[in-house]
């Protein structure tokens, strides 16, 4: 496809002239617009068929731009950014009026993102706008981990796609917030809740996802690739499983179940950078149900349960 490429100028005016690109990160591919264009910024949400009450992240190039978008950066944020720096850990923050409320859903803070892909950072240094991207997906669906799964999906609404390889984390940003003084974790992400602790001193509260519209989000059912997905625990026995053309099976890691599996030696690592393909992979196929055992829940782990738990689920009634 013409449109797809590495050419960073181009991605670059794109940007600066309010059109949309398809933006390499390490987490997912976003859907990126100058933050500071409001006409721009409505083209994501049209594109994806994202509701208006789900705010959008911010990208910035580098640490020094966040006071041109926040208003005020807790030290405890401070902290986060000395210890890790550039990552896939966005920080909410008081925003300034600057952000079109249309990036933040009205809300009266903004959420801040400094990737670490050197070539996202490159793209937003030279395009010299704050980027506002969500994932490059229509809205509810499995989220882009290669270039061409958004072309594959959007391809007619962006008017660039920049490749910057596969994603090498593979699931979206752990976002922290700091509503009441202390970190409360809204979306668990790429920089596992262990490795904030270590920082922060203590264990940061995770918040559950919700149905409702005022935590945005965090909705129940997301990332689902349109069939249904049957959760099994680690350990489980596969041999009770049902033996069918119509039924995927995806084990955890190689083993003597001799059934294929997302990992090949349980890494977590590894499930998350493939978790999104595979599920992709179980969409695009003819199977109609896929049986998927989770992740152990600790680390990185706990990022991908929370996106298979909400691909598995089902609206009730
Ligand atoms: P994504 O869909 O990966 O672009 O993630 C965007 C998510 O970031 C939203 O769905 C919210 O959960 C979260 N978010 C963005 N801005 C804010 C904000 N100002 N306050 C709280 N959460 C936010
Ligand atoms: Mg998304």
Redesign the pocket.
């Known amino acids: 496809m013409q449109h797809l490429g590495t050419d960073l100028a181009r991605a670059a005016s794109v940007l600066r002239s309010g059109g949309l690109v398809g933006m390499p990160t390490e987490t997912v591919y976003g859907l990126a617009a100058n933050a500071l264009d409001e006409v721009a910024v409505a083209r994501i949400f049209d594109a994806k068929n994202r509701p208006h009450f ?4 911010v990208h910035l190039a580098d640490w020094n731009d966040v006071d041109r978008v926040a208003a005020d950066v807790p030290a405890e944020a401070r902290a986060l950014w000395a210890a890790l720096g550039p990552a896939a850990l ?1 920080y ?1 923050l008081p925003k300034r009026p600057e952000v079109p409320d249309l990036v ?1 859903s009205g ?1 009266d ?3 801040v993102r400094i990737p670490q892909l050197e070539l996202a950072r490159q793209l937003i240094a030279s395009a010299g706008v704050p980027v506002a ?3 490059a997906n229509p809205f509810g669906f499995v989220s882009p981990t290669t270039a061409q799964h958004v072309a594959d999906q959007l391809a007619d609404q962006v008017d660039y796609i920049l490749d910057g390889g596969p994603c090498s984390v593979g699931v ?1 940003s752990t ?1 922290v ?1 700091w509503p009441e003084g202390r970190a409360v974790v ?2 668990l992400g790429g920089i596992p809740v262990e490795v904030l602790a270590d920082v922060l001193g203590y264990v940061p509260e995770v918040q559950r996802s919700s149905s409702q519209p005022s935590a ?3 909705l129940e059912s997301h990332y689902a690739p349109g069939k249904p997905v049957v959760l099994v625990p680690q350990g489980f026995d596969w041999a009770t499983a049902p033996r069918s053309p119509e039924v995927r099976l995806l084990a955890w890691s190689l083993g003597s179940h001799g059934l294929e599996a997302l990992t090949t030696s349980g890494s977590c690592r590894q499930g998350a950078q493939r978790l999104f393909a595979a599920l992709r992979e179980f969409a695009a196929s003819d199977e109609q149900v896929l049986w998927m055992e989770l992740a152990p829940e600790e680390g990185l782990g706990r990022a991908i349960n929370d996106r298979l738990r909400r691909a598995a689920h089902r609206a009730e009634g």
């Open positions: 789900d705010p959008l992240i966005t909410v933040t809300l803070s903004v959420a991207a969500p994932s979206e976002i917030s809204l979306r945005p989000g965090m």
